[in-house]
């Protein structure tokens, strides 16, 4: 099945990606991980999302699953759900670039009740050929927006 026009401006994304990251914030000790991102067409117009982390040990860390939407070719949303008890709801432009694209994504987060408290994050994402780069940022647990997270990723 030919994937929806609409997709064509992240059609770069669909495939598996996998890196290192490091991560970081001003509450907890510095930390590195392993990342691997899967985005599928599942034929409509959006993209399943998969994230899984993995300590340097090989223990699972972090993991977050959600869609990804593209509105009029030009501004992205990002549903996620957490396992930590979040939901995020992330939207913001994407500007196509000569071999792929940058994305910024500001999010209003959801918080169950035995959650820690995150109030909003912003993720960056940039496409470049086979090289994909993430940042997270988060204002959580009383301290104002500040990078958690940043990865590099290759295509699989
Ligand atoms: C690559 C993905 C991620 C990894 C590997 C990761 C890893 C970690 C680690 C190792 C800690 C410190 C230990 C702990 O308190 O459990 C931590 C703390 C935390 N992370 Fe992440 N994290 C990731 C993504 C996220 C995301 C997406 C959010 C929010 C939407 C988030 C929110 C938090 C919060 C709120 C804390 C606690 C800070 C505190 O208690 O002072 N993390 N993370």
Same mark, same amino acid.
């Not at 998969?50 to 300590?55: E, G, H, N, P």
């Given at each position: 099945?030919?994937? @929806?026009?609409?997709?064509?401006? *992240? +059609?770069?994304?669909?495939? $598996?990606?996998? &890196? %290192?990251?490091?991560?970081?914030?001003? #509450?907890? $000790?510095p930390f590195t991980?392993?990342?691997?991102?899967?985005?599928? %067409?599942?034929?409509?117009?959006?993209? @399943?999302?998969?994230?899984? $982390?993995?300590?340097?040990?090989?223990?699972?860390? @972090?993991?977050?699953?959600?869609? *990804?939407?593209?509105?009029? &070719?030009? #501004? *992205?949303?990002l549903v996620l +759900?957490?396992?930590?008890?979040?939901?995020?709801?992330?939207?913001?432009?994407?500007?196509? #670039? %000569?071999?792929?694209?940058?994305?910024?994504?500001? +999010?209003?987060?959801?918080?169950?009740?035995? +959650?820690?408290?995150?109030?909003?994050?912003?993720?960056?994402?940039?496409?470049?050929?086979? $090289?994909? #780069?993430?940042?997270?940022?988060?204002?959580?647990?009383?301290?104002?927006?500040?990078? @958690?997270?940043?990865?590099?990723?290759?295509? *699989?």
């Open positions: 099945m030919p994937l @929806h026009p609409g997709l064509a401006p *992240v +059609a770069g994304l669909l495939g $598996t990606w996998r &890196g %290192d990251g490091a991560g970081e914030y001003p #509450t907890i $000790t991980y392993t990342e691997e991102l899967t985005f599928t %067409d599942v034929g409509k117009p959006f993209l @399943h999302y998969v994230q899984r $982390t993995w300590s340097p040990a090989g223990a699972p860390m @972090h993991t977050e699953t959600g869609y *990804v939407r593209v509105v009029g &070719g030009a #501004t *992205v949303e +759900a957490l396992p930590t008890g979040q939901t995020e709801l992330a939207e913001g432009p994407l500007t196509v #670039t %000569d071999d792929g694209f940058t994305c910024a994504l500001a +999010a209003r987060v959801m918080n169950s009740s035995s +959650a820690k408290q995150v109030d909003a994050t912003e993720r960056h994402l940039t496409l470049d050929g086979d $090289t994909l #780069t993430t940042r997270f940022a988060m204002a959580a647990v009383g301290v104002p927006m500040t990078g @958690h997270l940043t990865s590099e990723l290759r295509r *699989v």
